[in-house]
């Protein structure tokens, strides 16, 4: 189920990003550069089971590798240290990250051949789509 998401995806549009790292507690300087970032996003999978998820910009590349289901360490891009579980519901790809009391959810779908990342932190919804890079 994965394997629709793997691939070389590029920012194209983004909706209510920099309310959403507002509600995270993103500070305001990382997120102006998080606006401003035109991230390409590289899911790949591995041989040993694990997935990647690697996010690059020109300020900041970051990679996270995770298996299905298995709560593990992630390093967000904003400097946040998160228990985060990777799973599929519904076709999604779903991203959870607890924190300092915090929990926010990421979906990632493929709707019409794009990617659509839909950002959840209490009453904000952010969402970024992402074209497939040939």
Avoid: H
Wanted: neutral net charge.
């Amino acid at each position: 189920m994965v394997e629709q998401f793997v691939g070389n995806w590029t920012l194209v549009n983004s909706d209510k990003f920099d309310d959403y790292m507002k509600a995270v507690g993103v500070n305001y300087t990382t997120r102006q550069m998080g606006i401003l970032a035109k991230p390409n996003v590289v899911i790949s999978m591995g041989d040993d089971g694990f997935i990647t998820l690697k996010s690059v910009t020109t300020f900041k590349t970051t990679e996270f590798k995770f298996k299905l289901n298995e709560e593990c360490d992630e390093d967000t891009a904003d400097g946040r240290a998160t228990k985060t579980t990777m799973t599929i519901e519904d076709g999604k790809l779903v991203q959870k990250q607890a924190w300092d009391g915090k929990t926010t959810r990421i979906e990632r779908a493929i709707e019409d051949g794009k990617l659509i990342a839909k950002c959840y932190m209490d009453d904000v919804v952010a969402v970024r789509t992402y074209k497939k890079v040939a």
